[in-house]
């Protein structure tokens, strides 16, 4: 099956403590992305990739990065910089060519730092 | 930085009734307006997408009207089902790589049985 996964789904941490989020897609796609999303609230672009070793910030980059040194492989480190990394976290992927443009959502993890 | 509003922020249908959500969108560029359903702790999942060249899009009980003049694009869901019930959120961008979408901040849909 193409898709998106992430993992793990529920992540714990100890505040002051660097963690990585895993998203891998088999889509083929070139462009993929990480979102914030706070409970009740709308998605926040963190930092997004079109294309192998080029990523750019999004709205809410501070505190957190990334890589980009494979086309399926997207993960995101949420560093200890980050004030609240409490939130779900989604990654997403889309078509660099061709089109349609729109955005494929993973399932989501879900991190709580006490 | 450009801004998709959405209303309202929550909606309560009865079952069968039709559930309405309205988006703006300021960026005349945008091009290509999709919607997301996404149920709680799961991640958002397309539902469908509208590009300004035609005014109505319909595919089984989800239909999503697109007025480009005033910058604004509606889904609607004919005869709604608990199973509908939901966080919808409408989001507009550019029908081409390397830019990207931006999202509305979503509706809560609840349909009542």
């Known amino acids: 099956d193409g898709g998106i996964t992430q993992s793990p789904k529920y992540l714990f941490r100890k505040e002051g403590q660097n963690v990585t989020l895993s998203c891998e897609q088999n889509?083929?796609?070139?462009?993929m992305y990480w979102y914030r999303q706070d409970p009740g609230q709308g998605l926040r672009l963190i930092y997004y990739s079109q294309i192998v070793n080029d990523f750019q910030k999004g709205d809410i980059a501070e505190g957190y990065s990334v890589s980009r040194e494979k086309k399926e492989s997207f993960p995101l480190t949420v560093t200890s910089a980050q004030k609240n990394p409490t939130a779900f976290y989604l990654c997403?992927?889309?078509?660099?060519?061709?089109?349609?443009?729109?955005?494929?959502f993973g399932p989501g993890t879900r991190l709580t730092v006490t | 930085q450009q801004q998709v509003k959405q209303s309202p922020q929550s909606l309560i249908v009865q079952k069968g009734g039709i559930s309405i959500i309205n988006c703006a969108y300021e960026n005349t560029a945008f091009d290509y307006f999709p919607w997301y359903q996404q149920f709680p702790g799961k991640g958002p999942a397309l539902l469908i997408a509208i590009r300004p060249d035609v005014s109505e899009k319909k595919e089984g009980r989800f239909t999503i009207s697109f007025n480009k003049s005033a910058k604004q694009f509606s889904l609607h869901i004919m005869d709604s089902q608990p199973g509908d019930s939901a966080t919808y959120f409408c989001?507009?961008?550019?029908?081409?790589?390397?830019?990207?979408?931006?999202f509305g901040p979503g509706t809560r849909l609840s349909v009542l049985p």
């Open positions: 889509l083929n796609h070139d462009a």
């Open positions: 989001a507009a961008g550019p029908d081409n790589y390397g830019q990207n979408f931006v």
């Open positions: 997403a992927s889309s078509m660099r060519r061709g089109g349609p443009y729109e955005q494929y």
